[in-house]
DNA sequence: GCTTGACTTCAACATAAGTTGAAGGCCGAG
DNA sequence: CTCGGCCTTCAACTTATGTTGAAGTCAAGC
């Protein structure tokens, strides 16, 4: 009998592949896989392989990250998507984010349009309240 | 007759004044002078004194970093600013920030419309291309 | 005019997000 | 079955964004 657990075949993709797909430099494959962000099985050499969602959440997390997403907060996301995920799991990852950057827009939109209309701008006599930026 | 330049009378605050105005550390009130952030005349015994518009420009800052902008590109939009900015200024700023933050969430958006419209999700063959990021 | 608290600079530390290089191991093409 | 290329880990380095602490200076109240 066979002991050790076989790699599901779809997980087929090197380092390389995947970061090449990406975009990416392959150390921050490594980087990405040790953060959370993709999952990789091991050979019996102990070489990753990934499969095709590995390169996909990689560019999905460069774009968040520059509506100032954290690797972590992408991270807590993506752990939310099975294993070979459905198009509706997508879905509900991709609104979560767009939730997350609209919302801080929305705050900085909302700072700012305070700011002006208060007439005082940037007066000492503190009416305006910067937005609670609760990390937690 | 006097050699040095007086400091505008405006520029009372110190950086304690700041950091509690702004609700941050002292230490980042003198980073973000380091930084270009803020501005500071010095007192005849070398003391940095600000006035209202730093701690306000410290408020906008924070909020703008939560949509994923540098200390840097903030800077370079807060370096258009003019020495005790007029309404006006202040509204051209807020339009950059703004601007930038949709521009953000909607590249997001695409990529993530893209991807979910196009059924493959996330096979490898290409046809998504990941938003050039242009930094600079 | 002294004391005390806030100020100064500078260097070290911390965390996030990676990159680079060394030392060695895996694997597929010939 | 060997060779070259990609793989492994680990530690050190980098940049961004700050914080902390040491050593010394300034300034405001008593």
Redesign the interface.
Same mark, same amino acid.
Request: charged share 20%; with cysteine.
């Given at each position: 009998m066979s002991i050790a657990a076989q790699i599901p075949a779809r997980f087929t993709?090197t380092v390389k592949d995947v970061a090449t797909?990406? *975009?990416v430099a392959p150390s921050a494959v490594r980087f990405y896989e040790q953060h959370g962000l993709i999952t990789a099985h091991r050979t019996a050499g102990d070489q990753r392989r990934f499969d095709?969602?590995a390169?996909? %959440?990689i560019?999905?997390a460069?774009? =968040?990250? %520059?509506? *100032?997403?954290t690797v972590r907060e992408i991270a807590d996301v993506f752990v939310t998507l099975p294993d070979d995920?459905e198009?509706q799991d997508?879905?509900r990852v991709?609104a979560v984010?767009?939730d997350e950057?609209?919302a %801080?827009?929305a =705050?900085?939109?909302a700072?700012?349009?305070e700011?002006?209309s208060g *007439?005082r701008?940037?007066?000492?006599d503190?009416r305006?309240e910067?937005?609670n930026?609760g990390r937690g």
């Open positions: 993709l797909e990406a *975009g095709d969602s390169a996909c %959440r560019k999905v460069k774009v =968040a990250q %520059r509506v *100032g997403l995920p198009p997508w879905q991709a984010l767009i950057a609209e %801080r827009t =705050a900085l939109q700072y700012l349009g700011m002006l *007439g701008l940037c007066e000492i503190d305006i910067v937005p930026q």
